[in-house]
Nanobody
Framework: QVQLVESGGGLVQAGGSLRLSCAAS????????IGWYRQAPGKQRDLVAS???????NYADSVKGRFTISRDNTKNTMYLQMNSLKPEDTAVYYC?????????WGQGTQVTVSS
């Protein structure tokens, strides 16, 4: 059974930092590409950052230079270091991956940035 479990969300003031984690189980983590998405109220779910199995990263323009995605294949865990947070970063953050044409999502973790 594939499980993706996010943690690390919370309430932070603008300019602050948070580190999200996504712990994966039930998949061969080392061979999958994986990413972070976010969804604000009333908006669509958008890609924030992704990292391939080889470690190549990709970021949305809105977070470039502020967020860093990484993975630890020994722990089957992906991270998102978020610095210089802005109120517009407020959203539910999800981790997601695809395996054999099936998409898997975590339950999400709320990030709220106060001004």
């Amino acid at each position: 059974q594939v499980q993706l479990v996010e943690s690390g969300g919370g309430l932070v003031q603008a300019g602050g930092s948070l580190r999200l984690s996504c712990a994966a189980s039930g998949i061969p983590f080392i061979v999958v590409d994986i990413g972070w998405y976010r969804q604000a109220p009333g908006k669509q779910r958008d890609l924030v950052a992704s990292i391939t199995s080889r470690g190549t990263t990709n970021y949305a323009d809105s977070v470039k230079g502020r967020f860093t995605i990484s993975r630890d294949n020994t722990k089957n865990t992906m991270y998102l270091q978020m610095n210089s947070l802005k109120p517009e970063d407020t959203a539910v953050y999800y981790c997601a991956t695809k395996l054999l044409s099936t998409d898997y999502w975590g339950q999400g973790t709320q990030v709220t940035v106060s001004s």
